[in-house]
């Protein structure tokens, strides 16, 4: 099975704009997760999305904010960016199945670089 | 605060030393997941271990959960160069702590260094 892809790669961009990553999980996954990994803070979980629904939020601002599409992939979009949020954005997918926890597989990850 | 934290921070060993992280935590979990991270690339998933589990083992890898302790250990046998990484633990929360699902709590990882 193929893996967890994310695009792009690597992203440069200036404070005020915004910003939209994409994830597409592992071929009959249906949870995606999005982590944020900085220097600082470590690695923080921004939210999980199951069958299209958002049924977990890490404590994030307004500004971050994603969604889930009926084949599973799954965007993130960051607005007005702020220095602060230049990191390694993670995405991982699961079966995600009931209410049990799962492993999780990740991506390789977006760097987004605010300048 | 972080749920999980590291224990040491980083670890220096010669290539068939043993090395040992710990992982403590402070609410109950459901369970408790493994991660390694090369050089800030994607995290590769270890090892799940389960709150009415006491020990796992794959390969080269066990791992150790004393929920009364909260605290978690990961042991790796015979070390070799290729496992120079970080490594990172995460809790998966009791739902009636998180809403249950796959909202994993990470802890500040160990940086393991492995010398040939």
């Known amino acids: 099975k193929a893996g967890v892809t994310q695009t792009p790669r690597y992203l440069i961009k200036t404070r005020g704009q915004q910003v939209t990553l994409s994830c597409s999980p592992i071929?009959?996954?249906?949870?995606v997760s999005w982590y944020q990994q900085t220097p600082g803070q470590g690695l923080q979980f921004l939210f999980e999305y199951f069958s299209e629904t958002q049924r977990n939020k890490g404590n994030f601002p307004g500004r971050f904010s994603g969604r889930q599409f009926s084949n599973s992939r799954s965007e993130m979009n960051v607005s007005t960016l702020e220095l602060g949020d230049s990191a390694l954005y993670l995405c991982?997918?699961?079966f995600g199945q009931g209410a049990k926890t799962y492993e999780q597989y990740f991506g390789p990850g977006t760097r987004l670089t605010v300048t | 605060s972080q749920q999980g934290e590291e224990d040491p921070q980083a670890l220096s060993i010669q290539e068939g030393e043993n090395a040992t992280m710990n992982c403590s935590y402070k609410t109950s979990i459901n369970n408790l997941q493994w991660y390694r991270q090369n050089s800030g690339r994607g995290l590769v998933h270890l090892i799940l271990?389960?709150?009415?589990?006491r020990e796992k083992h794959s390969g080269r890898l066990r791992v150790t959960l004393d929920t009364s302790k909260k605290s978690s250990s990961l042991l790796i046998t015979a070390s070799r160069a290729a496992d120079t990484a970080s490594y990172f633990c995460a809790t998966a929360l009791a739902p009636m702590f998180s809403g249950g699902y796959n909202k994993l709590i990470f802890g500040a990882g160990t940086r393991l260094a492995v010398h040939p």
């Open positions: 991982a997918s699961s």
């Open positions: 271990i389960r709150s009415n589990e």
């Open positions: 071929s009959g996954h249906r949870s």
